[in-house]
């Protein structure tokens, strides 16, 4: 009996790294409401409570996953040796910067050490993956949105980095960000269009495409306070993609749940801040409108994505072995 009980996998050991991914979801909706308090006088109230929650989510999330590295370690090797899960190890530096940019007004000290932390692991995520992908036989088929993650991730450091540290640092993160969103789009779109459908689970990463060009516009004003026509073309990018993926919704309806459904979720909150940014250096009413639109599809997707999400791990549907 002992023998049987020893044999049971602990669900800490399938604890997955994409974990990381709830806390970006939840950072962007707190720093969408945050915003939308500023800028569109909406309450304070639904941003504050967001954003203690996204905090608390983060410190739970990434106390369980040092605890899994220390207790089953070679899981953690595994999940960095697989051509795809190793990808969503830079959600957990690009979940450092965020929660950074939450903390900033009401600790600053905090804020600075976590922006360090995430700017520095992010880095390091970078190289370690670029290395991956030349070193390694990583085929085609490994390929999906998520890929932008570690790389493009690069655009999301100079918007919580501006005061902390020198520009020259910020803009050496931008330039690699906008590099390789433009290498790697024209590598994600030949996947997609030429070979085999994604599987289920992975269909929500479709939405990551949002993310580059609508972070780029964020990062791009943050470090030139210009909205000039390249910053038009980065929203008007980032708002195509979001289109394009509304009218394909029928491809995601029936789609069995994952914890990847969060991919829903950063890349709507990155289109509404820059609709709102938009909005806010305009005054144009046709931004105000996306700003609403995207700020209540937003909070609609999040709910449904977090329901979803304590339904399964009540039925311990999640951290299990695939």
């Known amino acids: 009996m002992e023998e049987e009980i020893k044999r049971i996998p602990n669900?800490?050991?399938?604890?997955?790294?994409?974990?990381?991914?709830?806390?970006?979801?939840?950072?962007?909706?707190?720093?969408?409401?945050?915003?939308?308090h500023?800028?569109?006088?909406?309450?304070?109230?639904?941003?504050?409570?967001?954003?203690?929650?996204?905090?608390?989510?983060?410190?739970?999330?990434?106390?369980?996953?040092?605890?899994?590295?220390?207790?089953?370690?070679?899981?953690?090797?595994d999940e960095l040796a697989h051509p795809v899960r190793i990808n969503f190890f830079a959600a957990i530096s690009i979940s450092f910067i965020l929660i950074s940019m939450i903390v900033k007004n009401i600790n600053e000290n905090v804020a600075f050490?976590?922006?360090?932390?995430?700017?520095?692991?992010?880095?390091?995520?970078?190289?370690?993956?670029?290395?991956?992908?030349?070193?390694?036989?990583?085929?085609?088929l490994h390929s999906n949105p998520a890929w932008f993650i570690p790389i493009v991730g690069n655009l999301i450091v100079p918007i919580g980095g501006v005061g902390f540290v020198d520009n020259?640092?910020?803009?050496?993160?931008?330039?690699?960000?906008?590099f390789f969103w433009i290498i790697m789009l024209s590598i994600?779109?030949?996947?997609?269009?030429?070979?085999?459908?994604?599987?289920?689970?992975f269909m929500p990463t479709l939405f990551i495409l949002i993310a580059p060009p609508s972070i780029g516009l964020l990062s791009y004003f943050k470090l030139t306070g210009s909205l000039d026509m390249f910053a038009h073309i980065l929203f008007n990018l980032?708002?195509?993609?979001?289109?394009?993926?509304?009218?394909?919704?029928?491809?995601?309806?029936?789609?069995?749940?994952?914890?990847?459904?969060?991919?829903?979720?950063?890349?709507?909150a990155t289109i509404a801040l820059a609709?709102?940014?938009?909005?806010?250096?305009?005054?144009?009413?046709?931004?105000?409108?996306?700003?609403?639109?995207?700020?209540?599809?937003?909070?609609?997707?999040?709910?449904?994505v977090a329901?979803?999400?304590?339904?399964?791990?009540i039925k311990k549907e999640i951290c299990i072995m695939e």
């Open 113 to 140: 050490v976590l922006f360090i932390m995430g700017a520095l692991l992010h880095l390091f995520f970078t190289f370690y993956t670029l290395r991956f992908w030349i070193t390694q036989n990583v085929e085609i």
């Open 11 to 36: 669900r800490l050991e399938f604890f997955p790294v994409m974990m990381f991914a709830i806390v970006m979801g939840l950072s962007g909706l707190s720093l969408v409401l945050l915003k939308a």
């Open 238 to 268: 980032g708002l195509f993609f979001t289109l394009l993926l509304i009218f394909m919704y029928q491809s995601f309806l029936h789609i069995k749940f994952f914890i990847s459904w969060w991919a829903f979720t950063f890349p709507l």
């Open 307 to 313: 329901y979803n999400t304590l339904k399964h791990i």
């Open 38 to 77: 500023a800028v569109l006088n909406l309450s304070a109230i639904l941003g504050n409570v967001v954003s203690f929650l996204a905090v608390i989510v983060f410190v739970v999330i990434l106390g369980t996953y040092a605890l899994k590295i220390i207790k089953y370690t070679q899981m953690v090797k």
């Open 168 to 178: 020259a640092i910020l803009l050496f993160y931008f330039s690699v960000g906008i």
């Open 188 to 201: 994600i779109l030949n996947r997609i269009i030429f070979h085999h459908q994604f599987a289920q689970k």
């Open 275 to 304: 609709s709102i940014l938009m909005f806010e250096q305009t005054n144009g009413a046709f931004y105000a409108y996306l700003s609403y639109f995207f700020i209540l599809f937003l909070t609609i997707v999040v709910i449904i």
